[in-house]
Every structure is written in structure tokens, then in C-alpha cells.
């Protein structure tokens, strides 16, 4: 397995990254222990989780996937492994969260707050990626990167990241970042594939020229891709027959 640089930090990842969205729900704790030994045999050191995973009803809780995640830590050699994991921000549509009560904003108060409870969920003291999962409009970004230089220097996290972001959004963010002195940016998450391919646009030149590594997520269109849901099928153990409402054909998700 081959390993890449995370922008300009000091972490190093094997060039697949292990998703988890579905741990808790369309797995079970059992399966999903199976499928982390599994990526862990085949050379995948960087694993990807979310405080929002999985939202109910299709889970639980939110929050299953860390602590399916954390419960498998457990024991290992933590400095082996790269965690990535994600504080929700406002986001939208199917995309609600229950974590926090009130509004979901990545202030201070509530970024401070997650990174504790996902600590706390994974059962370590240091996030090696914490990722911004949507970006909050409403409020300065300012913000949103002194708490997020708070935790890095208080080293409960490593490094920091952006999903779900605009070529405007990354690019505001790392000239906030570059005048205020404060860590930035660098990584981000974005919807990749085929069937989805806008990150090319705008995004891919920002990333390019400021050294901020992609992390695409649904490369295979969330199963799309493999021709599981040809002539309208909607097959009971895929992603999209568990998820009606979704069409596979439009949408994507993370």
C-alpha cells in the first residue's frame, strides 16, 4: 500500500482511506470490526469517521460509528493508525444532527464541546484529522479556525480539514487563515466521482496550488457504479434500498 502526505503536515496515509459511515447501522459492531481487520491486513492506515455517523433513524444514535471505531482502538498501537473524524456544522436535507441540542454552528463553544465528545466516543486523546464537516456561511471563518487552532495547540488534534466546500469557501479560508495567523485548511472532502466530477472545475487548481490534499469520498457513487441498482433495482442490503427517498441515479452522500 502507498502511502501520501496530508497537505503540508506531518501525517502520512495509506492512499485508501477506510469510510465508516455505515458502521452502526448497515453494519453491526461485529461486521464492522471485521471490515477494519480486514483494511488493516490489507495495508489501510487511515480510517475516517464522524460525529454524526449514523443519524437515526437509521441508526441508533449518531455517534455509533466512533465508538464502534473506538472499541477497536482499543488494545492497538494508536500512533499506527491516522483517525480522522468530523465536528457536523449546520448542514442540511437528510443531513440533521442530533448531537448537539440548538443550532449546529461551528462556533467556539461548539466546536470545543464535539471534539470532546468525539475524544471521549473514540476512546484516545488526540484526533489526528479533524474535519469541518459543512461550512457555516452565517458565521466569520475567523472563528471557526481560532477554535480549531485551539485544539491543535492544546494537542487534542493534529491537523484540520474542510468537507462538502466551495472553491470560494476553501480559498476564503486559507486567506483567513494566512492573515490571522492561524492554522488552516489542509485537507478536504468533497464528493468525487464519475458521476459527479465538479471538484475539477475549481477546486482541483486551489488544491493544487495551495498544497491541500483531496480526500474524495464516493468514488464508486455510493455503489452506483457497480451496477447494483440497474432497470430500477433497489436491492434490500444496498445503501439506497435502505435509504429510499435517495435516488441513486441524482444523489450521492456522505
Not at 496530508?6 to 496515509?13: A, H, I, P
Request: aromatic residues 8%.
Amino acid at each position: 500500500m502507498k502511502h501520501r502526505r496530508l497537505g503540508r503536515t506531518g501525517l502520512m496515509v495509506s492512499e485508501i482511506c477506510m469510510g465508516t459511515m455505515t458502521f452502526g447501522s448497515m453494519a453491526d459492531e461485529a461486521e464492522s470490526h471485521r471490515i477494519l481487520d480486514r483494511a488493516i491486513e490489507a495495508g489501510i492506515d487511515f480510517l475516517d469517521v464522524a460525529e454524526i455517523y449514523h443519524v437515526p433513524p437509521r441508526a441508533e444514535y449518531a455517534g455509533a460509528s466512533e465508538e464502534i471505531v473506538g472499541r477497536w482502538l482499543k488494545g492497538r498501537a494508536r500512533d499506527s493508525i491516522v483517525v480522522a473524524t468530523k465536528v457536523c456544522g449546520p448542514g442540511g436535507g437528510w443531513f440533521l444532527s442530533p448531537v448537539r441540542s440548538g443550532r449546529t454552528a461551528l462556533d467556539r463553544h461548539h466546536i470545543m464541546r464535539a471534539c470532546e465528545a468525539s475524544l471521549d466516543r473514540l476512546g484516545t486523546d488526540y484526533i489526528d484529522l479533524y474535519q469541518t464537516h459543512w461550512p457555516e456561511r452565517d458565521l466569520p471563518i475567523e472563528e471557526t479556525l481560532e477554535a480549531l487552532d485551539r485544539l491543535i495547540e492544546s494537542g487534542k488534534v493534529r491537523a484540520v480539514g474542510c468537507s462538502n466546500e466551495t472553491s470560494y469557501g476553501l480559498t476564503k479560508s486559507l486567506w483567513a487563515a494566512q492573515l490571522a495567523g492561524t492554522t488552516r485548511y489542509e485537507t478536504i472532502q468533497n464528493n468525487f466521482s464519475l458521476l459527479n466530477r465538479r471538484f475539477e472545475d475549481e477546486l482541483a487548481e486551489v488544491c493544487r496550488r495551495e498544497r491541500v490534499s483531496c480526500l474524495p469520498y464516493s468514488p464508486i457513487g455510493a455503489g452506483v457504479l457497480s451496477g447494483k441498482y440497474q432497470d430500477g433495482a433497489f436491492p434490500a442490503d444496498s445503501r439506497f434500498g435502505r435509504y429510499r427517498g435517495n435516488d441513486p441515479r441524482t444523489e450521492t452522500m456522505t
